[in-house]
């Protein structure tokens, strides 16, 4: 007993002993705790934040520090104190901040004195991303959520598992960052809790590296944007003095409020134009987003943010919850880049004499220019500088390996980040746990164990699969057959159909995937149908073989069999045309029977550019309908014929006509730019739009081939912008058959027609009222689909719409063939209903004259879906 007594003391009095820092409570003029505040010490760039009752400690090691104490809206305090043993004492009261305002009378055109400071922090944005070659520091994450209200038909479900509007969820995580000039980014977790979570999406840098000095901050534009007179009004309320600066405070009001923007104040350091602190909101989707950030100066005149607070909230069907951050950044390193200087002087020409404009910058001579403009008090304008920061950045870019790359993010989490105990938090966290947060940690604690055994079971399952049940028949299932081989089967019941050729058919299929490395895939997918109205069984494989690493993949596919295949593939969906088959007596999906083979070939380069071939023989015949039973009978409605009608020739039976077809297709997106998450290149699709250009042909003479044609297809894909009004999805075909094309109907160029109640998956993904085969050619044609994302049009012009998340757009489509009269689409659409859905109100024209209204029901556009 003695012997572990003095054990424990040798632990434990070492740490008491030679404990030391300092320590206090922060209270305003009244004597209540001021929650968050932001402690920083300059001399090791470490920095905290008060706790609910207003208390902070910073542990120390012995000499003079500079404390700074912050709060927003109230004045800075700077402190010196001295550390010798143990925590000193340093108490705080900080008073509110006094604004002073000039004297300023805006008469007539004269414009008030906030947009010259802005005009000018705007100017210098560029400067400030580029200031540091590098810098890292310690960043302490807290958050802490809750549900709100709970929708009466969530209730039961809720409390089931034990979640009520009073239980407080809580993440704490603490990771390293680091940064380098330009674009690389790092993160690594060392520790992280949650609520009984392992968190191994923890990732506070998403937050952190944001910045304001870029054009966009969490999907809105910045008060700091080259673009931000168009979105904002600014008006000055005054300055104030600290550390010897005077800092301007100026209220952001957005030209019209919606997701796009912010509403706050931002303060602006006169002379340097750096950002000294901000209070914005906005919203996403009709979720609130609070934002406030306070910087302080960490080596020279390099001011970054200490402290940051994020508060959301909102609801979606009536659930509705909120959730906050804090985040506190500690032991910042920072190194400046030696060839910019904080002393350049801007001069407004809108309000001053520009001066003399520097010809090293108009010549292009950067270096000499760089070396004009930070002279001591060296005045230049601040269009020359904006340019010579452009020019700065595109140099360092192109001297860059790989240029297109505008972000490099390397994220880890240490083996034993979420094994640390409670006396290391406790330690570590600079803001207590609330009691709510407290009971929270216990209550998932307590089930952390049984929660993670299950997690982990579900992993196995999903790596290595189960053994086969027999439900899997029905349900499906997923296997492993082998140390690198899977199967995965999907099961029977959700893969039975009907159609009026085949009747009721039961389909088999499923999915073997082999896997040697991250470069080598090969897929391997069995098909087996039986239609009880036709009696007959179809089968096909189709393989799939990939080798190299994904933006330099080569992709093999070999595919035969006899099979059914509609004259345009994929374009009815066959669980969609079942449900209209059986209960509105409609069979849009049109069949024929293919008995083939194919091998194709593509290969990527870089995600910027893929060309590819392909050769074919198929020998195709007419199939007919065998089945007309329909749940619902519509006395009025009859099923169609499976021959389609075409208005460019008549469709006549076919039987065993032989085809041997071939493909080239090149595909570019030339200005394409990436952003890599460890190591991985991830496409920035929306930065280059996408060219195709495509070569058919169909070979006579060869295996009984009957079909002989050239086809040649171009097609653009792309977004762009209409200034701050709205933005343009395009895509579009155009293409012809050249010479004399003797071709059957399944080889004719087919459009994305559509004749359900239903939107395509992506906004540019087909027309709304087309015939499906009606204007399908052999000769040239034209398609273009277009979408409008407007940010504000009709019912979006009233700002609680705008605020909820609902969005109005317009599309117009357009098709040109020998008979389509000029076949147009006009829509308008009511966009994110409910969070999900949108709802079109389409009218069509054929010859310029009114044709069809009807309304479809779609998935909201900010999915982003692409159809293949």
Do not use: C
């Not at 403009?373 to 020359?384: G, N, T, Y």
């Not at 979006?796 to 719409?801: A, E, Q, R, Y």
């Amino acid at each position: 007993m003695q012997r572990l007594l003095t054990l424990t003391l040798l632990l434990i009095l070492p740490a008491g002993l030679f404990a030391q820092g300092i320590k206090g409570t922060i209270k305003d003029n009244e004597g209540k705790a001021m929650p968050f505040a932001s402690i920083y010490v300059q001399e090791v760039g470490t920095g905290t934040s008060s706790n609910l009752e207003g208390d902070y400690e910073i542990p120390l090691k012995s000499g003079k520090y500079t404390v700074t104490f912050q709060f927003m809206g109230f004045t800075t305090q700077v402190k010196q104190v001295q550390v010798t043993n143990g925590y000193a004492e340093l108490n705080v009261v900080l008073v509110p901040q006094v604004i002073e305002l000039q004297t300023v009378v805006v008469t007539g055109k004269a414009e008030d004195p906030s947009y010259t400071i802005m005009r000018k922090a705007i100017a210098k944005a560029q400067y400030h991303l580029m200031q540091n070659d590098s810098y890292s520091a310690e960043v302490y994450m807290k958050g802490t959520g809750r549900v709100t209200k709970v929708p009466w038909l969530l209730k039961r479900t809720f409390e089931k598992e034990g979640i009520d509007t009073s239980q407080v969820f809580t993440s704490e995580s603490v990771s390293e960052i680091s940064y380098e000039r330009p674009n690389r980014f790092s993160e690594k977790v060392i520790s992280v809790r949650a609520s009984g979570q392992d968190m191994d999406n923890a990732n506070p840098n998403s937050y952190i590296n944001s910045s304001f000095y870029l054009p966009r901050v969490v999907n809105a534009i910045s008060p700091l944007s080259p673009r931000a007179f168009a979105y904002y009004k600014f008006e000055y309320q005054g300055s104030f003095r600290e550390r010897g600066y005077e800092i301007n405070k100026i209220k952001v009001t957005p030209r019209s409020k919606g997701d796009d923007v912010f509403e706050g104040e931002i303060y602006i350091r006169e002379d340097f134009w750096n950002i000294h602190s901000l209070n914005l909101s906005t919203s996403l989707l009709g979720f609130s987003i609070k934002i406030e950030q306070i910087y302080a100066p960490i080596e020279g005149e390099t001011w970054m943010p200490v402290t940051q607070q994020f508060e959301f909230g909102g609801s979606i069907f009536g659930l509705a919850g909120t959730y906050s951050y804090l985040a506190s950044v500690s032991n910042y390193k920072v190194t400046p880049n030696t060839d910019l200087d904080a002393s350049v002087v801007l001069v407004d020409e809108k309000i001053a004499p520009a001066p003399e404009e520097i010809e090293a910058i108009k010549s292009g001579d950067l270096d000499i220019g760089v070396k004009e403009v930070f002279k001591e008090d060296k005045e230049v304008s601040r269009r020359q500088f904006k340019k010579l920061m452009k020019a700065y950045e595109k140099e360092e870019r192109e001297e860059e390996k790989e240029p297109d790359v505008i972000r490099d993010y390397r994220y880890e989490i240490d083996s034993l980040a979420a094994k640390k105990d409670s006396l290391y938090w406790a330690r570590l966290r600079p803001v207590p746990l609330t009691k709510k947060e407290i009971q929270g940690y216990k209550r998932e604690d307590s089930t952390y164990v049984a929660d993670k055994e299950k997690a982990e079971a579900d992993s196995m399952v999903v790596r290595n699969g189960t053994k086969f049940r027999p439900k899997d028949i029905l349900f499906g299932g997923y296997y492993k057959l082998g140390e690198r081989l899977r199967f995965n089967f999907p099961g029977m019941l959700f893969k039975t159909r009907f159609n009026t050729v085949e009747g009721l058919n039961l389909n088999f299929t499923g999915r073997f995937i082999w896997r040697n490395d991250t470069t080598t895939r090969l897929r391997i997918e069995p098909f087996l149908r039986y239609g009880f109205g036709s009696d007959r069984l179809y089968g096909k494989v189709e393989s799939r073989f990939g080798i190299g690493q994904r933006e330099q993949r080569s992709t093999f596919r070999v595919s035969a069999g006899s099979y059914v295949e509609q004259f345009n593939p994929g374009i009815v969906d066959p669980f969609i045309n079942t449900l209209y088959t059986l209960l509105r007596e409609q069979n849009f999906m049109k069949l024929y029977q293919k008995d083939f083979a194919k091998v194709s070939w593509a290969k990527r380069f870089r995600y910027k550019y893929t060309v590819g071939a392909s050769l074919e023989y198929a020998s195709r015949s007419s199939l007919f309908n065998n089945d007309d039973y329909s749940i619902v009978d519509r006395d009025n409605r009859t099923f169609t014929s499976n021959t389609p009608v075409n208005a460019e020739s008549a469709i006549l039976p076919f039987t065993n006509s032989g085809a041997v077809k071939t493909a080239f297709t090149v595909a570019a997106r030339p200005w394409l730019k990436f952003r890599r998450y460890n190591g991985t290149l991830i496409p920035l699709e929306t930065t280059s739009p996408e060219l195709r250009l495509t070569y058919r042909k169909g070979i006579d003479g060869i295996l009984n081939s009957e079909t002989s044609y050239d086809n040649l297809e171009f097609g653009l894909k792309t977004e762009f912008s209409l200034g701050v009004r709205a933005r343009i999805d395009l895509d579009l075909e155009a293409g012809t058959f050249f010479g004399t094309p003797q071709l059957l109907f399944t080889d004719f160029k087919h459009f994305r027609g559509n004749r359900l109640g239903f939107s395509p998956l992506a906004v540019t993904g087909g027309f709304r009222l087309l015939d499906y085969y009606r204007h399908s050619t052999s000769q040239e044609y034209v398609s273009a689909l277009t979408h409008i994302r407007f940010r504000k049009l009709l019912l979006t012009h009233l700002p609680v719409l705008r605020l909820s998340g609902i969005k109005e757009n317009l599309f117009v489509n357009y098709l040109h063939t020998p008979t389509s009269d000029n076949y147009m689409e006009v829509g308008y659409t009511i966009d994110n209903v409910l969070r999900i859905f949108r709802v079109e109100f389409v009218q069509s024209f054929q010859g310029w004259q009114a044709r069809e209204f009807a309304v479809r029901i779609g998935i909201a556009s900010i999915f982003r879906i692409e159809e293949n």
